[in-house]
C-alpha cells in the first residue's frame, strides 16, 4: 500500500516544478487542515467562553444578592424587634395621668432604644411615632405625627399612607433624595390596632453604596422591592421608579404594577422599560418578594470574540509565514552545517581539539561530521602525547639538577663521619651531621616530586640547624605554624631555597637582632607558606627583575625562577610567589597554592 502511495506521488508530481511541489505541499499539510482546525477551535472557544461568562455572571449575581439580603435582614431584624417590644407596646397602648409616668416612659425609650439605634451602620435617623395623647414627645426618639417636614414629605401624611400599607414593614425611598432610604414598620398593640410607627432613615452609601456603584463588566444592578419600585440602582436617577421587565409575574398585591404590564405607549419618566434590552439580563429574587435585577454588557463577551478571532487569525498568519520558510530552512541548515564543519577545520587547525562537531541528522553531512569528530579526537590525543612527552622532559631535566651529587657517596661519608664523631664524643658534631642527613635525605630523593608540608618543614629546620651551628647566636627564628596544614601536599625544597636567599642575599647575619620568621597557614581553600627577615632587604630594581624573570645577577640560577616554574607546572595559575620588600629593613616572600590532601601531579600546558 506504501509503495503504490509513493508510487502515485511521484507521478502526481513528477511533471510539476518545484515551485508546484511546494505549493501542493503548503496546501495539502498545512493550510487545509489549519484551516479546518481553526474553524473548530474558533466556534468551540467561544461556546466554552460564553458559557463560562454566563457561569460566572450568575455566581456572581447569587453573591450579590445574598450579601443585599443579608444587609436587608439586618435592619429589618432592628426595626421588627423595636416595633414588638413587649413594654415599649404596653408604654405606647397606656393611658397616663401623671407626669412621673410619662418621664419614666421617655427614659425607659432612650434609654433602651437610643443604644438600639447605634446597632447597625448607615442609621442616620431613628424615631418612634405614637398617636397617644397622653403621651409627650421628646423630640429625641418618641414623636408624634405633625405637620412637620419629615424626608421630603409631611409627618402626618407620611404616618397615614403607612396606616394604609398592607404590610406591617416596608422601605421606601425618599422622594427628591436618593442617597437616602426609609424603613417603617408598625407598632401594633395586642388587639391588632395600631399604636405607632418605627421610622429608621438609611443612608444609603453605607447600606448598598458598596454593593452597587461597582458592578461587574460594568453593567447595572437595581434592588426592586414587592411592587417592582426600584429601592437602590448603580444609576441613582432610577431610584424610586417602577421597573418594567418582559414575563415577569406580577404580584395580586400590587394592581398597579399589573397596569404597568399592560402600558405599551404611556410609558413616561417613573417608567424603567427594560423589555427592549438586548444586554444580558439576570433577575435574582430576594427575601420579601424582592428581586435583584441585573444587567450586564454584551460588550465584554464582543470583545473576548473579537480577540479571540484575532488570536485565531494571528494563528493561522503564523502558520502560513512557517510553511513559506520551511523550505528555506532546511537549505539554511544544510549551510549552516557546512559552514559549522569549516569553522570546526578552522579551530583544528589552531590547535583546538576539544570540541566536537554536534550532530543528530543520520544523513550524509551526518555521516561527514561523525568522521571529522573521530579524526580530531585522534589528533587531539597524538597532540596529548606529544605535550605530556614534553613535560616529562623538563620533570627530567629538574631531577637532573638534583642528582648531580652521587646521593650514596654522600650518605656513607655522613655515616663514616658520625662513627668518627661519636668515637670522640663530639655531641655538637653528631648533631652537625645529623642535620645534614636529614637536609639531604629529602634533597637527594629523585623518586619524588610532592611531599608534605610537616616534611617540608623539617628539611628547612635542619638547614636552620646548620645554619645555627655556623652562625652561632646571631639568627633568631620563629616559626608560625597552623597544626591542621602540616598534612596537606606541597613541592619539594620550595621553602629551603628562600630561607637561604636570607643568609647570601639578605646579610641577615650581620644585622644586630637578626630574625628569621617562617609561618605556615591554611587560607580558605589554600595554604600560604611565608618567610619574613629583616635583613638588608632589595631594592626596587632588582625586585622588579626578579618579578619579571629579567634578573640575571648572582643567585638567579636555582632560585625564585625555579620556584615559580615548579608552582605553575603542578599547580598552574592556582599558585604565585609574590615578594615584597623594603631595602635595609625587611623581606616577606610568600608561596600561596591550592591544599591537596592527595599528591600533586604535574598539568598539562593550555
Known sequence: ????????????????????KIVVLYVLILLLPTLALSSGAVYLVIQSFHQSYLNTAEEAVKQTSQN??????????????????????????????????????????????LITSKYLPGIADFRIYHTNETLVQDGQLLWRPEERMLSGMVESTWYRESMNSPTPLFWSSVPGNPGQI?????????????????YILLNYDAVFGELLDHPFNRGSLYIVDDSRRILAATGRADIGKRILLKNWPVSGQDQDALDLNNMQGTRDNHVLDLTGTKELLIVQPLSSHWHLVTIMGMNYLDNQNRTVLIVIVGIITFFLLLSISLMTTIVRNIVRRIRKLGMRMGDLSRGEFEAAVRYSEKDELGELENRFN??????????????????????QAFKALQAQINPHF??????????????????EQIQIIDALTTFYRITLNNGISAIRIRDELEHVRAYLEICQFRYPNKVRVEWEIDEE???????????QPIVENCYLHGAITRKPGALIRITVVREAEGIRMSVYDNGQGISSTVLQGIETGTYTG????FGMPNIKERLALYFGSDAALTITSEPGAWTLVSIVFPACFTEPMIRRES
Open 1 to 20: 500500500m506504501r509503495l503504490r502511495l509513493d508510487k502515485w506521488i511521484m507521478g502526481f508530481t513528477r511533471s510539476m516544478s518545484l515551485r508546484g
Open 485 to 495: 596544614s602540616l598534612n596537606f601536599y606541597t613541592i619539594k625544597t620550595v621553602l
Open 374 to 395: 573521530f579524526m580530531s579526537e585522534r589528533l587531539g590525543k597524538l597532540v596529548e602525547d606529544i605535550t605530556r612527552a614534553s613535560l616529562t622532559e623538563k620533570e
Open 554 to 557: 648572582k643567585g638567579n640560577g
Open 410 to 427: 654522600i650518605y656513607n661519608s655522613l655515616g663514616l663521619l658520625r662513627w668518627r664523631a661519636l668515637d670522640a664524643d663530639d655531641q
Open 68 to 113: 443585599v439580603d443579608f444587609s436587608k435582614k439586618s435592619y429589618d431584624l432592628l426595626a421588627v424587634r423595636t416595633a414588638t417590644d413587649g413594654e415599649l407596646v404596653a408604654r405606647l397602648g397606656r393611658e397616663y395621668t401623671e407626669m412621673s409616668d410619662i418621664v419614666d416612659t421617655v427614659n425607659y425609650v432612650d434609654r433602651t432604644f
Open 182 to 198: 426609609i424603613i417603617t414598620s408598625k407598632i401594633l398593640g395586642s388587639n391588632g390596632g395600631l399604636l405607632g410607627m418605627v
